[in-house]
């Protein structure tokens, strides 16, 4: 444990051994970041040319079999669809590098990345139309229909495969931001324990500064390992001995205003980032606004929305895909269908009674995974329980079938669920459905959750299932119930493909 009082032994300690083991040479952490953004440079050039050439082929096909020959040209003094897709690619990429997309604060960055590449890519598909139309330019609208998609696609799929080369690297304390933590006592142990506990957000914490008290209340920051470089007055020095890159500033004492402005010239010149942790937790981005008052920032924090337009849009959206995937997994479900009845000649379908939007109850439908009498075998294992809170999971469930225990790894159990949505009582992507036993342990904040309809899958299925313990779960779906969005969705359900074949969390 390391206490405000040991702060002078243990930071003259550091000295002592010539600063904290952790020292690191900060050009080199950035020559290796620019190097990784470079490479991505390079693979966005190579997938946008071959989809810019790949799109004229389809277009108009080869003369001559010659595959970086001339296509039939367009109106621009002959010159080909070849040329013409080359410089697309070169107006692309400028739209990127404007855009951001390659600074190394977006790389791994979630979402965001993503949604920057598919905005650059309309912005990119806009701005050609208009010059094409402005200039009388005659292209064909083949080409640039087949182009722009195929182009788009390419550029997620590489942006996909350098996150996860991104993130086994990160795993491996490389290419991450050393950062530094500035706070107090309990602010930085709480950064410490999500920046652990997430690596591959890209962030190593190398060391903390704390406050100066006049009293020592007996605050502490409970990880012996995090070395205590300093006070708050001290933190550039920190920054010089330990090769941080980044400094985060949690809650500050006193007149934090005065000091964080003071801790910000104190780092000029540095060329380090200075991020600071707003006392705002789980509110997403697109919820707030900025609005600078006699040069104080005010954040604007709009209400969630649980009603209006988008949540039409979402309704159909649900309904529209339950459809379409309920025709696609017909053979499926016939197929687990036979396998249970063959199993043990029970019934296929289980009905269960789960609770929906504003506490209204439904019938949930799922595949039967466990014996006939798996409830009335509950009450004999209760103290087995694996997992916190009001849930009830056993990893090695003696309740489950053969079957079951395939279709459970498989997630494939929950696939009559999708008549649940066809029905409009579920939601391709929401909370987890309750039983009215778990609703009835709710306090008030863990209620929230009834404000949204229930899914098939969600934040809580992407992000470990059974393995999260119930705090997280609740988390996870409150933060959904606050922050849904149809883009949200989307990235929900392809993450939801991989939590299924790596089969983390699914017993």
Same mark, same amino acid.
């Given at each position: ?194 920046? +652990? *506990?997430?690596? @591959?957000?890209? %962030?190593?914490? !190398? #060391? &903390? ?7 020592? /209340? ?91 337009? +988008? *949540?039409?849009? @979402?309704?159909? %959206?649900?309904? !529209? #895909? &339950? ?7 017909? /053979? ?176």
């Amino acid at each position: 444990m390391v206490t405000l009082r040991e702060l002078d032994e243990t930071r003259r300690g550091h000295e002592a051994l010539g600063g904290p083991t952790v020292l690191a040479d900060r050009g080199a952490t950035n020559r290796e970041r620019m190097l990784f953004a470079g490479a991505v440079v390079v693979l966005d050039l190579l997938l946008l040319a071959v989809g810019g050439i790949v799109a004229a082929m389809f277009r108009f096909g080869v003369v001559e079999s010659q595959i970086a020959g001339a296509w039939r040209g367009s109106n621009l003094g002959g010159v080909s669809y070849t040329t013409v897709a080359l410089g697309l690619t070169a107006v692309w990429m400028v739209v990127l590098a404007f855009r951001g997309a390659y600074s190394p604060r977006i790389f791994g960055a979630g979402a965001d990345e993503f949604k920057l590449v598919v905005s650059s890519s309309v912005l990119t598909a806009g701005l050609v139309a208009i010059v094409c139309y402005l200039g009388k330019i005659e292209l064909s609208r083949g080409f640039l229909a087949a182009a722009f998609p195929l182009g788009a696609v390419l550029l997620l799929a590489g942006r996909f495969g350098v996150r996860k080369w991104l993130q086994r690297q990160r795993r491996r304390d490389r290419l991450v931001h050393r950062v530094l933590l500035v706070g107090m006592p309990a602010g930085v142990a709480e950064l410490l324990e999500i920046m +652990r *506990r997430e690596p @591959k957000m890209g %962030f190593s914490v !190398v #060391g &903390a500064c704390l406050p100066r008290l006049s009293k020592d /209340p007996g605050d502490e920051v409970a990880d012996a390992s995090l070395p205590i470089l300093g006070y708050l007055d001290e933190v550039r020095s920190a920054v010089e001995r330990s090769g941080a890159d980044t400094v985060v500033v949690s809650a500050l004492p006193g007149r934090s205003s005065r000091l964080l402005r003071r801790l910000s010239w104190s780092l000029e010149g540095l060329g380090v980032d200075l991020v600071v942790v707003p006392s705002l937790t789980d509110v997403a981005g697109p919820r707030i606004h900025v609005r600078p008052v006699a040069g104080l920032p005010l954040l604007h924090v709009e209400e969630p929305e649980f009603g209006g337009a +988008r *949540r039409i849009v @979402k309704a159909i %959206f649900d309904w !529209v #895909g &339950a459809v379409v995937l309920t025709v696609l997994a017909l /053979p499926v479900v016939a197929a687990i269908a036979v396998a249970i009845k063959l199993d043990d000649r029970g019934p296929v379908f289980l009905r269960q009674t789960r609770v929906g939007v504003h506490g209204k109850e439904f019938p949930c439908f799922k595949f039967r995974s466990m014996v006939v009498d798996a409830e009335q075998r509950l009450s004999e294992l209760r103290a087995a329980n694996e997992h916190d809170g009001v849930l009830f999971k056993i990893r090695d469930d003696p309740r489950i079938t053969r079957v079951g225990r395939v279709i459970r790894k498989l997630s494939l159990d929950e696939l009559p669920q999708l008549l649940n949505v066809v029905r409009g009582e579920m939601s391709l992507v929401g909370p987890r459905p309750p039983l009215p036993s778990e609703v009835a342990q709710y306090g008030e904040d863990v209620r929230r959750r009834l404000l949204v309809r229930p899914g098939i899958t969600g934040l809580w299925q992407v992000s470990g299932r059974s393995n999260l313990s119930w705090d997280d779960s609740v988390r996870l779906d409150l933060y959904y119930v606050e922050n849904w969005s149809l883009s949200t969705d989307l990235v929900i359900l392809a993450k939801t493909l991989g939590a299924v074949v790596s089969r983390n969390g699914a017993y």
